[in-house]
Every structure is written in C-alpha cells, then in structure tokens.
C-alpha cells in the first residue's frame, strides 16, 4: 500500500554495487524509501535488479517512460505488470489510444488487486518554455499544454502524471479529484539547478500539492545521502524519520 504522499528517490545509478550501497545509508529508517528506477539502472542490470529492490522492502516506480505504438505499448506494460511494482509510466505525447493500451497492458498483467499506478510524462522538467515552442513546435505555453496532457490522461483512465511542481496546482485545479502528481524537477533552496528547467523546493512542492516529489542528485551526490533524505522527508512532508 503506497502512502498517499511520498519521497520517491530516483537510482540513477549505472550498477547493482552502486544502487545497494546507496541504499545501505538508509538502513536505520522505519519505512523503506520509495525508489525510483530507471533507464540506467533497467539497461544495465534489468528485471533482476527490480525484484531484488521489491524483495528488499522497497515500493518501486519503474521509470522506463514508454512511448510507442499502441500494441507494443500494450505487450510491454504486460510484461511489466508481472514485475510486481507500484508504479509506471508513458509518454502522454504519444497519444490517448497508446494510453489506453498501456492500461489494457497493465491490467492484463497485473496479479489481483496489485495493479501499479500508470502515470503520463506530460513535459520532462528538463524542458523550457523557449524549447517548447522553437524546438518541440508546440505553439501553446507551458501550463496550458500540461493541463491539456493531463487532461487526455485522465480521459484515458490513467492515474496521474508526472509534471513539474510548478504545474501541479493547475492539473489539479483540471482533473479529477484524486488523479495525482509525481513531480520531479525538485531542489534545496539555493542549490544547483544542472539540468533540470522547472524546479521548486521540497517545501514549495508540497504548498503547490504535489502528491509525490522526485529526488535524484540533491540526495544521491550529498556528502551525506541520509541528512538530504531527512531533509526532504521534514520539507516535503512535514515529518522526521525518527
Ligand atoms: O537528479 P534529479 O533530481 O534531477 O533526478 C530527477 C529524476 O526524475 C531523473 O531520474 C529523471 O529521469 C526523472 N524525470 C525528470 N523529469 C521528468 C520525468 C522524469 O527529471 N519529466
């Protein structure tokens, strides 16, 4: 059972000793973190290394970001399905009828009862304003085109989308009540943006209503992964560890 609002800590790590010795720094927490696995962790050591993170204890999104025709969507998100984990997700650009077949996928897959949540990249937090328009020809602005993603996702019966915290008010001021947001694109005040365009604090993210934040280098690079883990959990949750 997910916790309705959570840390998700994204593993991006290029190996099987690097992600568990990572994972080693949170030994002593009551509740396994949320972990997010994704192209680089599933290329290099594949479903192995899900499963041992599920044996582990640990919820997983798998963040392989499908976004194909609609039948091989469909027979990959079975496969997926299989895997047993908490969350997955598509590409909302690549259309209702792939979404839908994600779905179908899923539910084809899934064990009873323990279907993950299917969520829709609507626009990675990498992308800016200016990109949207001159390179992805997208006339529309940002907070319109991810209200207009989200919308189609919902319409599609998926349950979520991942966004930037900047968006989540306004996708869910536009879906239905309980459809959620997974947003990355999340730092410390006055930390380092590197490639990330549309951030916000853990604190700000948890004002604007994300329901999950997403977290890879402000804890995976910190002298002290724990503390930076903490501090989320305090920022965005209003909680401690201990
Ligand atoms: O290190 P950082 O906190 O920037 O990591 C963010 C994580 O969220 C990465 O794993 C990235 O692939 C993922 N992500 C993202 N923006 C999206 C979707 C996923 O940054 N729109």
Same mark, same amino acid.
């Given at each position: 059972m997910l916790n309705k609002k959570d840390v998700i800590l994204a593993c991006d790590f290029p190996d099987a000793a690097s992600v568990f010795s990572f994972l080693d720094n949170f030994k002593s927490v009551r509740r396994k973190p949320f972990v997010k696995i994704g192209m680089e962790l599933f290329y290099s050591e594949g479903t192995p290394m899900v499963r041992?993170?599920?044996?582990?204890?640990?919820?997983?999104?798998?963040? *392989?970001?499908?976004? !194909?025709? /609609?039948? +091989?969507?469909?027979?990959?998100?079975?496969?997926?399905?299989?895997?047993d984990v908490d969350m997955v997700n598509v590409h909302a650009a690549g259309g209702s009828e792939m979404m839908r077949a994600a779905r179908e996928g899923l539910l084809a897959g899934a064990s009873e009862g323990r279907c993950p949540k299917l969520i829709a990249v609507t626009q990675l937090t990498s992308t800016?304003?200016?990109?949207?328009?001159?390179?992805? *020809?997208?006339?529309? !602005?940002? /907070?319109? +085109?991810i209200i207009s993603y989200a919308r189609n996702a919902a319409a599609s019966g998926l349950d979520g989308v991942v966004c930037s915290p900047l968006e989540s008010?306004?996708?869910h001021a536009n879906c239905p009540e309980g459809f959620l947001t997974v947003t990355p694109g999340v730092r410390f005040a006055g930390a380092d943006h590197q490639d990330q365009k549309r951030v916000m604090t853990p604190s700000d993210a948890r004002k604007a209503g994300s329901d999950f934040i997403v977290v890879g280098r402000p804890v995976t690079r910190a002298a002290d992964p724990l503390a930076a883990y903490e501090r989320c959990i305090a920022e965005f949750l209003n909680e401690t560890l201990i």
């Open positions: 041992e993170i599920r044996h582990r204890g640990h919820p997983v999104f798998l963040d *392989l970001k499908l976004h !194909d025709i /609609p039948n +091989t969507v469909r027979s990959a998100m079975k496969v997926l399905a299989a895997l800016s304003e200016q990109m949207l328009h001159d390179e992805l *020809l997208i006339g529309p !602005d940002m /907070p319109s +085109t008010s306004v996708v």
